[in-house]
């Protein structure tokens, strides 16, 4: 096998840019919920583009998108993907750049002429973001059995939409069954979103871990009353104890210190006018850390701190787990193998741990697994702003492609 086979530039390149443009939101950003008309236009997209290849095609119940290409030996495939949904004000690269660089994988393959010692395959995974159906990571979890899929398909959005609905809507609730689409062995390619690569002058990481994730809505109802006339003292202000949470959560991460992280990314009240005192807020909190009993800590803290200002400001406040997820350890072996490959295409990587959440996450319940990631320019992603230099991506992309005929070679999929 060629050590210097090299995937296209110019064809990756210009699929991102193709594929940017469904969702393009006119400000050099994308916002492609799941399963929306958006998200259905880039799957079209990228199916045709599987189909070009010749690849096996599979749709599974919960609409995730798989190509196939046969190696040599039977059994489960190597696999690569991540996801083609954003969150509302996305960039053109979380997720996309991880589905197309594996589209890539297979099609330089297939132009070299070269059968991998096992299958390969890319999926898109569906709603990876959670924005508009949680819980996060939704495709990969259900594929690794983590959640059932009637649950999934049942989730509602905020206007009441199942994604059930909304698959079938797009003309994506398939039927493959999932044994058989389950990877041997997975690596996802991303980029870093945040600052670490660049600030360091380096070209790629293998990430080892991934931080634990807890998201919850916080619901507050209070009184609605009169602005003018309504004495402080007599207040149960919605509105005031959502703020002071979101005061709160920025404590908590400065009390507790690095690695723990905490935003609170939604605020909406109601009757939400100048003169009216809410009756009620509903605030979302997404609490992270790399370490599963700090997690609990800042999590038992929040708790406390929501009974302690029902109390205090009069209100009721009940709140709903949306996601939570442990920590993850990647696979050391998959780990050495994305290092030797970077070692060997001449390029500078080290290891780190993922602040955001992925699908690598969930295929690692099932197989061996690790992740590729490239610098954000700036650390800057979830934004219009979020981009990489085209010779990070491509590097990426390279480091992508003999990281995975590697593990095809080495049998960590299934014996070789
Ligand atoms: C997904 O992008 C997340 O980490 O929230
Ligand atoms: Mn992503
Ligand atoms: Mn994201």
């Not at 890319?122 to 819980?135: I, L, M």
């Not at 600030?199 to 507050?220: F, K, P, R």
């Not at 800042?298 to 709140?319: C, K, M, P, T, Y």
């Not at 990281?403 to 070679?409: D, I």
Request: net charge negative; charged share 25%; proline share 5%.
């Amino acid at each position: 096998m060629s050590s210097d086979l090299r995937i296209s530039a110019d064809r990756l390149l210009r699929r991102l840019e193709e594929l940017a443009v469904h969702g393009d939101s006119g400000d050099g950003g994308v916002c492609r919920l799941a399963a929306s008309d958006e998200d259905r236009a880039a799957r079209d997209q990228f199916r045709a583009w599987l189909q070009d290849l010749g690849c096996e095609l599979a749709i599974d119940p919960i609409g995730n998108i798989f190509g196939r290409m046969p190696g040599r030996r039977p059994g489960p495939p190597v696999m690569t993907g991540s996801h083609l949904d954003t969150v509302t004000t996305g960039g053109r690269l979380d997720g996309a750049y991880g589905v197309l660089a594996g589209l890539e994988v297979l099609a330089t393959l297939r132009d070299a002429g070269i059968t991998p010692a096992c299958d390969l395959s890319v999926a898109a995974f569906t709603n990876e973001e959670g924005v508009r159906f949680t819980p996060d990571m939704m495709g990969s979890l259900v594929l690794a059995g983590g959640y059932p899929l009637a649950d999934a398909l049942s989730r509602q959005d905020s206007a009441g939409k199942t994604l059930g609905e909304e698959l079938q809507r797009i003309g994506y609730a398939g039927a493959a069954p999932m044994e058989s689409l389950r990877p041997g062995c997975f690596v996802e390619l991303h980029i870093e979103q945040g600052p670490v690569l660049e600030a360091e002058g380096l070209q790629v990481a293998a990430v080892e871990n991934l931080q634990g994730i807890s998201w919850t809505q916080v619901e507050i109802r209070g009184q609605a009353n009169h602005a003018g006339t309504t004495p402080m003292s007599l207040r149960r202000d919605a509105g005031y104890v959502a703020g002071s949470l979101a005061r709160f959560l920025r404590e908590l991460a400065d009390d507790m210190g690095p690695p723990q992280v905490a935003t609170c990314g939604r605020i909406e009240l109601e009757p939400n006018v100048i003169n009216v005192i809410p009756r009620r807020a509903l605030v979302t909190v997404d609490l992270r850390n790399v370490v599963e009993d700090r997690l609990q800590e800042a999590e038992a803290r929040l708790q406390s701190w929501l009974e302690q200002a029902a109390v205090e400001e009069g209100v009721e406040i009940e709140s709903e787990i949306l996601a939570r997820f442990e920590p993850v350890d990647f696979h050391q072996e998959v780990v050495g193998v994305i290092e030797r490959e970077a070692r060997s295409l001449g390029l500078a990587s080290r290891r780190m741990t993922s602040g955001a959440g992925h699908d690598a996450q969930m295929m690692a319940r099932i197989c061996p697994a690790a992740m590729i990631f490239v610098p954000s320019v700036a650390g800057v992603s979830h934004s219009p702003r979020e981009t990489s230099l085209e010779a990070d991506l491509v590097a990426g992309a390279n480091l992508l492609l003999h990281s995975m005929l590697s593990l095809a070679e080495s049998g960590v999929a299934g014996t070789p």
